[in-house]
């Protein structure tokens, strides 16, 4: 039956797909004020705020929807992919959280809530809600992927691999999910899939969108058998198949990092931080061995380890009004050239995570990249800790390269390339240690898999907090981990890794040169 409030909304629903977003937004804001169509409203305002460039208002509109009644499943699974895509982790939570979400009998609203929490790097609240959906009858290579990502990211490795390959029994050319078993454990000549990848590829052909994530598959499980031989030419056509999936522009990136390098104390910085738990920043490049390091550091009991969080790049993207990719760009750094309100920055980030340290006096945010914006953070937050990864050069591009990151390191499918930029991100550092003295700690990759609990001591010590023996036994621990690293982290400490780069020394001797010629 129609009424006021549906004519109205077919109203607006017209102005938007007409792009006249502002005459949109006036109707939707009208509809906001009725009781019945709150949320639709304000997701619908939300939405539209992010696609003019308003993030504040996004946001604003998205808490204001997460703060309804949640009555409908549809609408609620909805409201948790936008607050998770604005930034609003906690408030999609609650929402996920909510009985007509969990409660609910549309196979679609499990698995659509579930892929939004996986892709946050919630297994937990994700897991029971897969669990219903496969209770209600789905039985699809979506709800398997899953389902073997949760478990993945819980550490219930084997249950991963029994679900992965139920989703490629039903889907074979599932290139993600060949990708996760090649991943998930160590491959042996008894128990490996090279054969069956082998077949993927033959199916799905090297210029398929699929294809590099095979190539990297095949890479590691050759890897793992110890035929370098075959196995780098694998890696090298991945690495090519995913460089031409990509616009990486060398010049933005060596531009970027000279914008970074004229950042620098200022008088408008932050001189006192909000009361309440502490961040730990574990910053480096990738696979540099910040995973374990947080790993360690979640061991200890006034720690919680949060992950890989985005949330400073992303709130001074919502402040300056710069929207962008998760990483920082040069817009962002020429907005915040211009930026005086630290203080309110610090604030607004530690509104936006200090809830992640459930009671604790102090959280990690471990988003490697987070090198690129640390001045910024050090000028927002007096009190935040920096500890920052040093792998040795070759050990640590070579790393970058096996590893298939989606998104962003776009460098990272290019030897030279990589070494370009690894080159960039030292100079970077070393700007840091000059403009913020004794706000960053080095940590030797070497020293803390060969001598742990000196690591640890010299970590806790700059951390100002007291010896624990607990955080050196990480093989003990529980809890989720969603990095590249998660699998390795579930073991004890070892050196398997050092030097890893030199079964692949002749095709990386180009590499090799181009750090040398730069004195690394």
Known sequence: MSTPELALWHRAEQEASRDRLDAA?????????????????????????????????????????????????????????????????EAGLRVAAAPVVTGSSEPEVLLDVAQSLCDQSFPDPALPLLEAAAGLGVRSARLFYLIGLARMFAGDLAAAVASYELCLRLQPNDAPAHYML??????????????????????IGGASHGAPLLYYALFKELDDLGDAEAAWPLLSAGMSARRAQLAYDARADAELFELLQTVGRGADDATEQDPGP???????????????????????????????????????????GCPGPLEADGALARALARWTDWSGLGRRYLTHTQWRARGHPFYTDKLPVNYLVLGWIAKALPRAKFLHMVREPMDVCFSNLKQLFAPGN?????????????????????????????????????MLVTDPQAAARQVLGFCGLPWDPGVVAIETRRGAVATASMVQVREAIHTRFLGQWQRYATPLEPMRARLAAAGL
């Open 25 to 89: 937004r006036g109707l939707y804001q009208q509809l906001a004020r009725h009781p019945d169509w709150g949320v639709p409203a304000q997701l619908r305002l939300s939405i539209l705020a992010q696609q003019q460039d308003r993030l504040l208002d996004a946001a604003d509109a998205i808490l204001a929807a997460a703060a309804l009644e949640q009555d409908e499943g549809t609408l609620a699974a909805a409201v948790v992919k936008q607050a998770f895509g604005i930034g609003e982790i």
């Open 278 to 320: 502490c961040p730990i920043f574990v910053v480096g490049m990738p696979r540099s061995g910040t995973t374990l390091l947080e790993r360690m550091l979640g061991g200890h009991p006034q720690v919680v380890d949060a992950g890989e969080l985005r949330d400073f790049t992303f709130q001074a993207r919502c402040m300056t």
């Open 182 to 203: 090649a991943g998930v454990m160590r491959q042996t000549p008894q128990s490996n899939h090279v054969q069956r990848l082998r077949d993927a590829v033959a199916r």
């Open 410 to 446: 776009a460098h990272s499918f290019d030897p030279l390339e990589m070494a370009d930029h690894y080159v960039r991100y030292r100079a970077l550092m070393a700007h840091w240690h000059r403009a913020f003295p004794g706000r960053v700690l080095d940590i030797d990759y070497r």
